[in-house]
């Protein structure tokens, strides 16, 4: 029984944490309204939604005047609105297990974000966009420690020092996942939950991108795992028919031709660990 129908999520198409909510959303069977916002046109800047996310950023949930920022938090919030299937294990070490995914998301998306904005977004802005339209799109991000990243990621690239500390955060979660998933099918035990939610749009991401030699050779656990998540209704409906086909297969064309250069800093990275 949903307790608290209807909720709002303003969500973005092929945003990674909204696809993680919208994957939740499935899972959990519950009806809500989508307000989804085009990123690329900035509508996360307009006064009305930074009054409801003062970061500018998506996924937002809105339940009455309960308003709840950070997707792992919706995650857990949308658990507690319907009895049918609980995300959230019963076992105390499955609990710890799956807080623990939900809290290194935050590292986890940072990753994401560089490397998705050091490679194929910031090829895109750099042909699309003058000097003083990249500042003034820059200038609109509220948060100046996001602003700052995106500055250094759009002139630096894949030689942003960011890349090397987001490197060393994706190679602690696939070891991570690998342990796990030598422990069971899926990363909290033998039963999907919550903790697979939270990370499967960002191995989604990277995939698309092409860059899944990250984990494929060292960390072979980890693309059964991914496949046995696309054969899930939830995947279908939160993630797949998020992405059109044309954005994906550019993704992926556009992505490749950056894996160069980002094996190179993988390597590096692997050799001096
Ligand atoms: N830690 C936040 C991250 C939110 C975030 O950065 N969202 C991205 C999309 S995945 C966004 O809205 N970016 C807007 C922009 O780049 O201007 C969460 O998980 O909710």
Not at 90 to 110: G, N, S, Y
Request: hydrophobic residues 40%; aromatic residues 8%.
């Amino acid at each position: 029984m949903n307790k608290h129908d209807p909720i709002t999520l303003y969500h973005g198409r092929t945003s990674v944490c909204s696809a993680k909510v919208r994957v939740g959303l499935v899972e959990k069977g519950l009806e809500w309204n989508s307000e989804l916002l085009d990123l690329k046109a900035g509508e996360q800047f307009d006064p009305a939604y930074l009054a409801l996310n003062p970061n500018g950023v998506v996924p937002t949930l809105v339940d009455g005047d309960l308003v709840v920022l950070e997707s792992s938090l919706i995650l857990e919030y949308i658990d507690s609105l319907s009895d049918r299937n609980p995300l959230m294990p019963t076992d105390p070490k499955a609990i710890v297990a799956t807080r623990h995914w939900l809290l290194k998301c935050l590292d986890i998306h940072a990753a994401i974000n560089t490397l998705t904005y050091a490679t194929i977004q910031r090829s895109s802005i750099l042909a699309t966009k003058k000097p003083d339209q990249i500042a003034a799109m820059i200038a609109r991000i509220p948060n100046p420690k996001a602003a700052a990243k995106r500055r250094d990621i759009i002139d630096n690239g894949l030689e942003s020092a960011h890349v090397d500390g987001d490197l060393h955060a994706l190679f602690n979660t696939f070891t991570e996942m690998s342990a796990a998933l030598g422990r069971g099918k899926w990363l909290a035990g033998e039963r999907h939950s919550m903790a697979d939610i939270a990370l499967i749009a960002y191995i989604d991401r990277l995939d698309r991108l092409g860059f899944d030699a990250l984990w494929s050779g060292r960390f072979p656990e980890i693309s059964p795992w991914l496949e046995a998540y696309r054969q899930r209704q939830s995947y279908l409906d939160a993630i797949e028919a998020f992405s059109p086909a044309d954005v994906t297969a550019k993704m992926r064309t556009q992505g490749s031709a950056h894996w160069p250069r980002l094996e190179q800093k993988w390597q590096a990275y692997l050799q001096n660990r």
